[in-house]
């Protein structure tokens, strides 16, 4: 089970560090990944990281937010820095079907529930 928080209430240009971390089954040989949902709009790929620490994100998020996982505490983060009112969203943590993880939702069998993120101007 993927439990994400860390999310909150931030100005436009703060920072925020969200952590996932999992009970009753040990992460380390799936990749993972963070998604959002913002209000009326699908959910999408924000950043995944591979079972062996390799990185990548979805493009509007790149040199802002940074993904990385403490497998010995079964933790996965997303630091987000100089977020934007479009960053606001629910953002959830996935663990995904093989050691990669992806960019699409398929790529992914397990869920948390999410954290709500919201940027204020």
């Known amino acids: 089970q993927l439990q994400a928080f860390g999310g909150g209430l931030v100005q436009a240009g703060g920072s925020l560090r969200l952590s996932c971390t999992a009970s009753?089954?040990?992460?380390?040989?799936?990749?993972l990944g963070w998604w959002r949902q913002a209000p009326g709009k699908e959910r999408e790929f924000v950043a995944g990281?591979?079972?062996?620490?390799?990185?990548y994100y979805a493009d509007f998020v790149k040199g802002r937010f940074t993904i990385s996982r403490y497998n010995a505490r079964n933790t996965l983060y997303l630091q987000m820095n100089s977020l934007n009112l479009e960053d606001t969203a629910v953002y959830y943590c996935?663990?995904?079907?093989?050691?990669?993880?992806?960019?699409?939702?398929?790529?992914?069998?397990?869920w948390g529930q999410g954290t709500q993120v919201t940027v204020s101007s």
């Open positions: 009753g089954r040990t992460f380390s040989n799936y990749g």
């Open positions: 996935a663990r995904g079907r093989s050691i990669v993880g992806g960019k699409h939702e398929d790529d992914y069998e397990e």
């Open positions: 990281v591979t079972k062996n620490g390799g990185t």
